[in-house]
């Protein structure tokens, strides 16, 4: 790396020789060694290789390298809508240092890159400044932001570059990526072919090597764009600019797909129109130019390229508004990108990449998360984490620091549901817990702890696991995490209290002992609650029971009215007392009290405000609306300026059919009050009341003034109450006002509803699909479903639900909401048509929804209209009974409602053998089946039975023995501790008394069920239709 020192240092001054001078005075001679002096100065500060002021020079010049091809850059200036320069978000910044050193690896293999750090500093006006120290000496590369100057730019930066090595070697064509055989786009070939090239750049950065380098990482990072919303797309794209650089080759094609990858498209389709005119050619300049329409026409043409066509389209798509489509067409592409066929070797071939250390390798380790991703999305987490030589290989692979959390963090995604299964056993590595804890990184450890606790049962190590995280993490944070292992592994109370009777009672630790309680209570079983009194009796000794203390556990405990008789206004009236007082609280918490006990409680502090409030709500509750009025009127008296009586009062009213009584309360409220979000959300119902009455009017000013308030419910409330006195136009504004702000609440749904009281359904639908992502399912179902089925018009709702929700998860979130509002409508037909077409939807084998779905679908669209998924199901079995297990359980499940018992256990078993995902599911359901049937075939008995040696699940084992009759009923409540376990038993018992006639057993059981409140599992749904059903037989007869 010689450097022309003239070229370099143009204006180097020789000074006179001192020796040859006339004696002419002391004071020449001091004049010229001071004129010396200052061109030293001079030069150290302005013109020498090393000033860090240059004023001659704006970098290496040119080097003359004989014939070498010219540069793209060197031909033609870039488009000035470059103004966006890789430079300018650092991104070409930061490849420089690679490129240099890959550079200087090309001038001589054997010597080792020297450091390099580039920095980007803002200069004066428009230039800012790229600095990089090489050899130790710091240079300086001035570069403008004008856009007329970002060819001079980069043009400065390969000449840069071309000082620093000698001419590449020329590259044979057949040997360029864009003018041999195409590189194959799929993950498994593009793996091999980098770690191929990751051998041959250890022996030297040869420029085809670096050209074929450039390519790969540029579609890595083209895809890894759209397949995940991480940041490693920019992280690849930057390592294709440095390969591409310093490889010092012309290639069009290969530099249009980095300024792709770059998200550069104007850069990129000047590239492309000057490259050889290929396939790939032709699809990406239809993509840098967004032709939709030819993209469109490639990917219905098939042909070698057809799937890159289609990614191409998607992104295309979802990038110009068109975005559940192109979301839809990415995930079809990630199962065409990746190769799952040969999912050992594929692990292999992370192991053989991801080792690398170098600087310009690291990339597959961020590869590996994207294709790990891409993996957890297509393939069934339990087919994928029960191969043990995958699971090994791959941990073998992420041996680097950084990577082993990326591994054990995507096992824990997959799993996602609990995998109680003796098969998964091989994932459970003690020497890899200790790996993870010797890393010193929260994820390490909440992979470990939570994983494990949530997916393999009790390991025998639990205790040990609990004591090395107590070593290892000492701080509270993680102490937390180590007492949900204990929590979630040892049944013992008593080990659990001991537990928390060694914390510190700080803050978090605070919390554990909230959470410890809440536990206790939930359980419903009657012998813990003593425990719970030891609990408080233990944070009373440990801490100070201050009221900040106490409140924090009352708050912890807000959820125990729902179980236990414990009604939430005694936590209420537990907070309201002054001072707090430990006894009331742990009397409070610790027993189940009636509102009837509530005079005992409140003696002596029956004149608060808070304590006047309760007594008006608990009258509300006991239906006495004259008594709670009086309270809650002294209430308001006591304490004019507190919100919630008022609240209470006057929604009482309205309920009562008093709504000109619940104005004046509420206006009342605002003459104490005219500027908090109360006074506001007070005015907004005072307009609703309003509107209600005809009084549109009216109400017009009064949500004029809350809309000024800027909120939510405020636009909405002035904007109907525009619409409804004729001002339309006022009216949408606000709407869309509304909209914009609070794009997660009903405002969008309201928009769309005004919409289609206009009559303009291709607006409406536009809002749908605009603010589909923002919780459609929470806000626009509800609406959209009460609208039309006031309208008469239920296929209103069902066509916009299918236009603006594809079958994506969201969409399919939609469209199920929208089912169940319409069952709850009385609209049965409508329900079973959208619960039938979801069915339809995800068992479809290129739909990357959770098929385990489909049976809940199926079975819904049977229980709203029976009869209706007959023709879907033997459509749907002849196609994929033998591929699809979900399928094959919906068989059962059809086969157990309509009168077929014992034919469905031989069809459960089977769903067993097909996946181990849900086999737990299968299992029980075919105990199920095996007790409807009669119970009286042996041979299945034992079959079943025999099945539960797969899994290591107490509660499994209890459920399936009590349905084939091994243990009594008292058996089974007593091993069920726990709000979800609870609710299945006492479901499971309800039902079977229902089938036996035993009436007023059943809907005691089904009650106590639905007591629990364990909405989120599927007993707590069908102990209610059970219920349902039962009330509705009473009203027939």
Request: charged share 25%; net charge negative; hydrophobic share 45%.
């Amino acid at each position: 790396m010689a450097r022309d020192q003239d070229t370099a240092n143009p204006h180097v001054r020789h000074t006179p020789d001192m020796a040859s001078t006339t004696k002419g005075g002391g004071k020449t001679r001091e004049l010229l060694l001071l004129v010396l002096l200052l061109l030293v100065l001079f030069y150290a500060l302005f013109a020498s290789p090393i000033a860090p002021w240059p004023l001659f020079a704006t970098g290496y010049q040119a080097s003359t390298h004989g014939s070498r091809s010219p540069h793209p850059f060197d031909e033609r200036p870039l488009p000035v809508s470059y103004l966006e320069s890789p430079l300018r978000d650092k991104r070409l910044a930061a490849a420089l240092p690679i490129a240099l050193e890959l550079r200087q690896g090309l001038a001589d293999a054997a010597q080792a890159p020297a450091a390099v750090d580039v920095e980007v500093h803002d200069g004066a006006g428009d230039d800012y400044q790229v600095e990089y120290r090489l050899d130790g000496r710091l240079h300086r590369l001035t570069l403008s932001a004008l856009p007329e100057r970002s060819d001079a730019n980069l043009i400065a930066l390969r000449t840069l570059l071309d000082g620093l090595a000698p001419e590449p070697p020329a590259i044979a064509a057949e040997a360029a990526p864009g003018r041999g055989q195409p590189i194959p786009l799929n993950s498994r070939d593009m793996l091999h072919a980098l770690a191929e090239l990751d051998s041959r750049l250890d022996a030297a950065p040869e420029a085809d090597i670096l050209l074929q380098a450039a390519e790969l990482y540029a579609w890595e990072a083209f895809f890894k764009t759209a397949v995940t919303d991480s940041g490693v797309a920019d992280l690849l794209a930057t390592r294709a600019l440095a390969a591409y650089l310093a490889s010092g080759a012309r290639d069009p094609f290969v530099e249009g797909l980095v300024w792709l990858a770059l998200d550069l498209p104007a850069p990129a389709l000047a590239s492309l129109e000057t490259a050889p005119e290929t396939d790939r050619s032709r699809l990406l300049i239809a993509f840098a130019t967004r032709d939709l329409s030819g993209l469109k026409a490639a990917s219905e043409a098939g042909g070698d390229d057809v799937k890159l066509a289609n990614y191409l389209l998607a992104r295309a798509s979802r990038e110009s508004g068109m975005g559940s489509e192109g979301s839809a067409l990415i995930k079809r592409f990630a199962g065409d990108y990746v190769d799952f066929t040969h999912l050992a070797e594929y692990a292999s071939s992370i192991r053989v990449v991801g080792v690398s250390n170098s600087h310009v390798r690291q990339y597959p380790l961020d590869l590996l998360e994207l294709h790990l991703e891409i993996l957890g999305e297509l393939v069934e987490p339990a087919s994928l984490l029960s191969d043990p030589e995958l699971v090994a290989t791959a941990r073998l692979g992420t041996t680097r620091k950084e990577a082993l959390p990326h591994w054990v963090q995507l096992e824990s995604r997959l799993l996602g549901q609990p995998l109680r299964m003796r098969q998964a056993r091989h994932l459970f590595d003690m020497d890899l817990v200790k790996r993870l804890l010797a890393l010193e990184t929260q994820d390490a450890l909440y992979y470990q702890v939570t994983f494990e606790a949530q997916g393999l049962g009790r390991p025998p190590q639990a205790s040990e696991i609990a004591q090395l995280v107590e070593q290892a993490y000492p701080d509270a944070p993680l102490r937390q995490t180590a007492w949900l292992w204990v929590r979630g592994y040892d049944p013992e109370v008593e080990t659990r209290i001991q537990f928390f009777k060694t914390l510190s009672l700080d803050g978090a630790d605070r919390r554990l002992l909230g959470d410890f309680i809440l536990f206790l209570h939930t359980s419903k079983n009657a012998a813990d609650f003593p425990k719970v009194l030891d609990a408080l009796d233990a944070l009373h000794a440990l801490s100070d029971p201050a009221r900040g203390d106490l409140l924090a556990l009352v708050s912890s405990c807000r959820d125990l009215h729902l179980v236990n008789g414990c009604a939430r206004p005694q936590l209420d009236l537990a907070m309201a007392a002054a001072p707090f007082d430990y006894e009331v609280a742990r009397e409070i918490v610790g027993l189940k009290l009636s509102p009837s006990a509530f005079g005992a409680y409140a003696e002596g502090i029956e004149h608060l405000p808070a304590i006047l409030y309760l007594k008006g709500k608990l009258a509300k509750e006991a239906g006495d609306s004259a008594a709670a009025e009086t309270e809650l009127r002294r209430a308001i008296s006591a304490n004019p300026s507190d919100s919630k009586p008022y609240d209470l009062l006057s929604t009482m009213l309205i309920d009562d059919g008093k709504p000109q009584q619940a104005i004046e309360v509420m206006q009342s409220y605002l003459e104490h009050d005219h500027t908090t979000l109360t006074a506001g959300r007070l005015r907004i119902s005072i307009g609703d009341l309003e509107m209600d009455a005809g009084n549109a009017e009216t109400a017009y000013p009064i949500l004029e003034q809350a809309a000024r308030d800027g909120t939510g419910y405020g636009l909405i409330g002035f904007a109907l109450a525009s619409e409804r006195t004729g001002r339309e136009l006022q009216a949408e504004k606000y709407f869309t006002t509304a909209a914009k702000r609070y794009p997660r609440r009903r405002a969008p749904a309201e928009l769309a509803l005004f919409y289609l009281r206009q009559g303009n359904r291709a607006a409406a639908l536009q809002v749908l699909r605009t603010y589909r992502r923002y919780n459609a399912a929470d806000y626009f179902v509800p609406w959209l479903a009460k609208y039309a089925h006031e309208a008469g018009d239920p296929s209103l709702a069902v066509a916009l639900a299918q236009e603006a929700s594809p079958s994506d998860w969201k969409g399919i979130r939609v469209r199920s909401s929208l089912a169940r509002e319409f069952l709850e409508l009385d609209e049965p037909a409508t329900a079973a048509e959208l619960y039938g077409a979801l069915a339809r939807d995800i068992t479809d084998p290129r739909h990357t929804y959770p098929h385990n779905y489909a049976p809940r679908y199926l079975a819904a669209s049977e229980a709203a209209q029976p009869g209706s998924t007959a023709p879907l199901l033997r459509e749907l079995l002849d196609l994929y009974s033998k591929t699809i297990p979900t399928v094959t359980e919906y068989l059962g499940v059809h086969l157990l409602m309509n009168d077929e018992p014992r034919l469905a256990v031989p069809v459960f078993l089977e769903r067993m053998d097909l996946s181990p995902y849900r086999a737990d599911i299968s299992l029980l359901m075919a105990a199920l089946a095996w007790r409807e049937g009669g119970g009286a075939d042996t041979e299945q008995q034992r079959a079943i039975l025999a099945r539960l040696q797969d899994f290591d699940d107490d509660w499994l084992a209890t459920r399936v023995r009590f349905l084939t009759r091994q243990i009594d009923a008292p058996t089974l409540l007593a091993a069920a501790k726990g709000r979800s376990r609870l609710c299945e038993a006492h479901y499971f018992l309800g039902a079977i008394a229902a089938e036996q006639g035993r009436r007023t057993e059943a809907e005691r059981h089904l009650t106590i069920s639905l007591q629990t409140r364990a909405a989120n599992y599927m007993e707590y749904q069908y102990a209610y239709d059970l219920l349902r059903k039962l009330d509705d037989k009473d009203a027939e007869s």
